[in-house]
């Protein structure tokens, strides 16, 4: 476990420790880590008892009770974005608790220095201090600003080459648990391993590497890939690329199911190849608001058809939420028990969550239910009901 780890649940044994233990019980079929049971789930901030017995959730018109979802890449959401600091985090996961989000990574953009050591700091601020009815912010998931300069994709225009150094500094603003590298930039290998060693993951992203350089990338510790195929090198059956690195070898990757950024048919390449594929939003501050301007960073987007994009017309992050993302994996073929797994038990997985991201005794009590057409219907945060309202 890294000192990150460490941090985080010592974090939580003394909150819990000061929480007034009040129990409850939901009834439904709930999903525990070896299957469906029909019968109830005890609990106060954590998992207490699961009675029941195996069952065919389909014979039945109980709801569905299922691990709380874990997005490990939000820029926004409720018209804030993470880079702009202060309350956004506070805002943004508020946002997204209402859609069944109970834990997640705060994703900065590629930026000056000055600027991602503002966002960190409120970020660390609102680990430290979790307000009722947000998601959890586990820690922070920089994308930028070690990436190809030639891959922004949607990111401004200040890449630039890592140092071990900088990683640190960051590192003491908020829990860096997860940094996208572009592994072809000079140095960047060996940056991958000292940050892998330090219990930080690392996933490739942003890349206009090979496949070598990908497969050189999972050798010195990289563990999963950034948005799978988007604004990286792509599949050619001559020349395989980031994407043909993440289809031959990858564990892990995440992938934004909005059937927007990729192909239901490219999703479900992923979804045979990686074993343990995961699903993130790259949701901004568009996400839960009307048509209009948001800013992402420093760049304006703009929220329309469903979609959000820079003035070009390239997509920029998404308006996904995690509920949606559900829906939109059980639309393609997915079972519901596995399209659970894809939006939490493998990004906490990944993570090295292990009290997270599944309904067994001593977990977190994260939960949501969800009626027979998978609209939420509640939210439990470490025990806490989340107020579903827009207030």
Excluded at 63 to 78: K, N, Q, R, T
Aim: charged share 20%; net charge negative; glycine share 12%.
């Amino acid at each position: 476990m890294s000192a990150t780890q460490t941090r985080n649940e010592t974090h939580n044994e003394t909150r819990n420790e000061t929480r007034n233990e009040t129990h409850s019980a939901l009834k439904g079929n709930i999903l525990t880590p070896n299957g469906w049971i029909n019968g109830a789930v005890s609990f106060s901030d954590r998992i207490g008892a699961l009675q029941g017995g195996a069952a065919d959730p389909a014979l039945n018109g109980d709801d569905y009770i299922i691990p709380g979802f874990i997005d490990l890449h939000v820029h926004g959401g409720g018209g804030q974005d993470i880079m702009e600091g202060g309350d956004a985090p506070h805002t943004i996961a508020r946002l997204h608790a209402r859609h069944g989000t109970t834990a997640m990574l705060a994703t900065t953009m590629t930026a000056p220095t000055d600027d991602i050591v503002a966002a960190l700091k409120a970020v660390g601020a609102a680990c430290a201090g979790p307000r009722r009815g947000g998601a959890r912010i586990l820690g922070v998931h920089l994308e930028g600003p070690y990436i190809n300069a030639g891959k922004l994709g949607a990111q401004p225009g200040f890449a630039r080459a890592a140092t071990l150094d900088e990683v640190r500094r960051f590192a003491t603003h908020a829990p860096l648990r997860l940094v996208t590298v572009a592994p072809e930039i000079e140095g960047h290998l060996q940056l991958v391993r000292a940050m892998a060693d330090a219990g930080i993951r690392v996933q490739i992203g942003h890349s206009a590497g090979s496949y070598d350089d990908g497969v050189a990338a999972l050798a010195h510790g990289a563990t999963g890939f950034t948005h799978l195929f988007n604004a990286m090198s792509g599949l050619h059956h001559r020349e395989p690329g980031m994407v043909g690195a993440a289809l031959a070898h990858a564990e892990f990757a995440e992938l934004i199911p909005d059937l927007l950024h990729v192909h239901p048919g490219a999703i479900k390449v992923a979804l045979r190849a990686i074993p343990q594929l995961y699903c993130v939003t790259d949701s901004t501050a568009a996400t839960g608001m009307p048509d209009g301007a948001y800013m992402l960073g420093s760049q304006q987007v703009h929220k329309c058809m469903g979609g959000v994009r820079l003035a070009d017309g390239t997509l920029a992050g998404s308006t996904l939420t995690m509920d949606q993302a559900l829906r939109n994996l059980v639309g393609i073929g997915l079972d519901l028990a596995d399209a659970s797994r894809r939006v939490s038990t493998n990004a906490a997985d990944f993570l090295g969550e292990s009290l997270r991201g599944r309904l067994a005794p001593g977990c977190f009590a994260d939960l949501v239910v969800l009626d027979r057409e998978l609209n939420i219907k509640a939210v439990y945060i470490e025990g806490e009901a989340c107020d579903l309202t827009d207030a």
